[in-house]
Nanobody, 121 residues
């Protein structure tokens, strides 16, 4: 069993900042990548940012220059620093991990339950 638990969501005014954190725990052999997705009402879930075990990152165009993803491999945590927030960033943010639970087992995607970020105008 693998669990991903997010924290740090909330309500913030436009232009403000929030920091999301996610910790993976359980039967973990290796984490290939971790990332953040979001889903706004009546929209599809979309990738916000991801970071691989080696540190390479990728971001959605809409958040480049405003959001920063970071990772602590020793603690199995990933963070998302969100600055200059806009009302269109309002969504439920989900933590994702591409995780191998034991040697010779294929990696699978695991998800947290999500944390709500609301940006008021």
């Amino acid at each position: 069993q693998v669990h991903l638990v997010e924290s740090g969501g909330g309500l913030v005014q436009a232009g403000g900042s929030l920091r999301l954190s996610c910790e993976a725990s359980g039967s973990i052999f290796r984490i290939n990548s971790m990332g953040w997705y979001r889903q706004a009402p009546e929209k599809q879930r979309e990738l916000v940012a991801a970071i691989r075990s080696g540190g390479s990152t990728n971001y959605a165009d809409s958040v480049k220059g405003r959001f920063t993803i970071s990772r602590d491999n020793a603690k199995n945590t990933v963070n998302l620093q969100m600055n200059s927030l806009k009302p269109e960033d309002t969504a439920v943010y989900y933590c994702n991990g591409n995780i191998i639970t034991e040697v010779y087992v294929r990696a699978m995607d695991y998800w947290g339950k999500g944390t709500l970020v609301t940006v008021s105008s």
